[in-house]
């Protein structure tokens, strides 16, 4: 049965559609009746049973009502009450931030992860994005400059930046420009320049067609706006900003990665307990940071914490030395402790708790 067929019965009912097809002998009408509650179904009804009293006239009354009372009061009414009514389709609009204040004594561990991170000797120092801008010759002209960094962010996602800094020597050494990458560099050949990294073949085909776009539509050049940066295939939030500051000296955002994703919500700077996983991504953990973080501080959270988190991952004994000889020792073994490390037995190490076992239950 497909459409609604109203019988001679109800002459000042409009016809709405016919149907073929017959019923012991009568030609059937199938109209569409709410039922109690959300749903609609289909009654057939034969027009010789209403006349004989038989059919379910309210049914079949409300039936008729609702389909030729489009636009009446009371069909305003019931639509309006009804859930099943007819509603046209909404976007669903992503949720508002949730205000996050200022962690109670959060300067004074801000303070005291500048202090241990003065020496600056984590590997992010020496080897991250912001340190192969610098190791470029001085002679490169500014573009391939901003072209280079542009391409280490892209190589630094899912790699170490031991990796992705010897990576950026060989392609240096091969002629990382625009030009050379798009007119005489191979895809087989940019693949065995970059096989180091992480999600090496995902990552040629991103560099390709960045590099193309870069040629097409900015003259070569590095586009300076936060939304050009991200439209580029395989550039996230967290390298724009990267770009932004180190190529064109401006601060837009805090850049997260998972260090300062990790050591945010240990710190509960992300709006949770200390400890309280607060934030699940990224861009979560800097919407909260960017809400009570001091702008003036925005250029430094990232290699600070990055930094941090290098050192406690890799470099504990290093990391112990320079918090028995900082300001506050202890305040900086409880930091340590808030970042997953503990004081061995002997209390000479940094070590990860030991995890229970089945035989400590």
């Not at 939304?227 to 180190?246: F, N, S």
Request: glycine letters at 6%; a positive charge.
């Amino acid at each position: 049965m497909g459409s609604t067929y109203v019988g001679s019965t109800y002459p000042d009912v409009p016809k709405i559609a016919a149907t073929a097809g017959t019923q012991k002998g009568a030609a059937a009408a199938v109209v569409k009746f709410p039922k109690k509650g959300t749903k609609k179904e289909e009654a057939s009804i034969d027009p010789t049973l209403e006349q004989s009293g038989q059919a379910p006239k309210r049914k079949l009354a409300m039936a008729l009502e609702a389909a030729t009372s489009n636009g009446t009061p009371a069909a305003k009414r019931r639509a309006k009450r009804s859930p099943s009514a007819e509603r046209s389709p909404r976007k669903r609009t992503p949720a508002a931030k949730a205000p996050v204040a200022p962690p109670k004594g959060w300067r004074g561990t801000y303070d005291l992860i500048v202090e241990l991170r003065a020496d600056r000797t984590a590997v992010v120092d020496s080897m991250g994005s912001e340190a192969i801008d610098e190791d470029a010759a001085h002679d490169t002209p500014l573009e391939v400059r901003r072209y280079q960094t542009l391409v280490s962010l892209m190589l630094s996602s899912q790699t170490k930046d031991t990796v992705n800094a010897a990576t950026m020597v060989r392609l240096r050494e091969w002629g990382l420009t625009v030009d050379h990458i798009l007119d005489r560099t191979s895809d087989e050949q940019l693949f065995e320049l970059i096989k180091a990294v992480g999600f090496n073949n995902t990552k040629v085909k991103n560099i390709r067609r960045a590099t193309q776009i870069l040629r097409d539509e900015y003259g070569s050049n590095v586009p300076d706006s936060l939304e050009q940066l991200m439209a580029l295939p395989g550039v996230g939030p967290k390298m724009a900003l990267i770009v932004l500051r180190v190529s064109f000296g401006r601060t837009e955002g805090i850049s997260v990665d998972t260090h300062v994703h990790r050591i945010a919500n240990q710190l509960g700077w992300t709006g949770g307990q200390p400890g309280e996983t607060k934030t699940k991504q990224p861009e979560q953990t800097r919407a909260a940071l960017e809400q009570w973080i001091p702008t003036d501080l925005w250029p430094d959270v990232n290699i600070l914490l990055v930094g941090l988190g290098q050192e406690v991952q890799t470099e504990r004994e290093k990391l112990l030395a320079k918090c028995r000889a900082c300001s506050d020792p202890p305040a900086a073994l409880h930091l340590m402790q808030l970042l997953g490390l503990r004081l061995d037995d002997s209390g000479q190490r940094l070590v990860s708790p030991r995890k229970p076992n089945k035989t400590d239950e």
